[in-house]
């Protein structure tokens, strides 16, 4: 038996676990984050690869962030974001401050994608992002 699931029942399931992030809820995933995580599931779904909807293993397989800053303080300390940051400047020779920010979060990006999948809200990651744990 298979249920055909569009994104406003998806959500739904999501709201019926309570893993939606509100005022009054630490959820997993904002309204933004599980429309963005549908259409990726979506998209890599096809007639002989179907994707079950399991809410629980979707939280435990995928991490919503709400920019850069948050992943970073998950995934590398204080000391490797520093020596990351003065190799790219040595490297790349960079003096401008914003240009080498701009550059690492680039650089970031890149690590991300190399690691794992990545679901962007939009061009920045600063505007919040998903990814598949690893």
Same mark, same amino acid.
């Given at each position: 038996?298979?249920?055909?699931?569009? *994104?406003? +029942?998806?959500? =739904? !399931?999501?709201?019926?676990?309570? !893993? #939606?992030? $509100?005022?009054?809820?630490? @959820?997993?995933? $904002?309204? %933004? @984050?599980? !429309?963005? +995580?549908?259409?990726? &599931?979506? =998209?890599?779904?096809?007639?002989?690869?179907?994707? %079950?909807l399991?809410?629980?293993?979707?939280?435990?397989?995928?991490?919503e962030? %709400?920019?850069?800053?948050?992943?970073?303080?998950?995934?590398k $300390?204080?000391?490797?974001?520093?020596? *990351?940051?003065?190799? +790219?400047?040595e490297?790349?020779? #960079? *003096?401008?401050?914003?240009?080498?920010?701009? !550059?690492?979060?680039?650089?970031?990006?890149?690590?991300?994608?190399?690691?794992? $999948? &990545?679901?962007?809200?939009?061009?920045? +990651?600063?505007? @919040?992002?998903?990814?598949?744990?690893?």
């Amino acid at each position: 038996m298979i249920e055909e699931i569009d *994104e406003s +029942l998806f959500i =739904s !399931r999501f709201e019926d676990y309570k !893993r #939606i992030t $509100t005022s009054e809820n630490q @959820g997993n995933f $904002t309204y %933004k @984050g599980l !429309r963005a +995580l549908f259409e990726y &599931l979506e =998209s890599i779904e096809d007639d002989e690869n179907q994707i %079950k909807l399991d809410v629980i293993a979707l939280c435990c397989d995928y991490s919503e962030y %709400k920019n850069l800053e948050e992943y970073l303080n998950n995934y590398k $300390t204080t000391d490797e974001i520093n020596q *990351e940051i003065q190799e +790219l400047k040595e490297s790349e020779d #960079i *003096e401008d401050e914003e240009e080498l920010k701009k !550059r690492y979060k680039q650089q970031i990006e890149e690590e991300i994608n190399n690691n794992t $999948t &990545l679901i962007k809200f939009d061009d920045d +990651l600063d505007e @919040g992002f998903i990814i598949q744990q690893y």
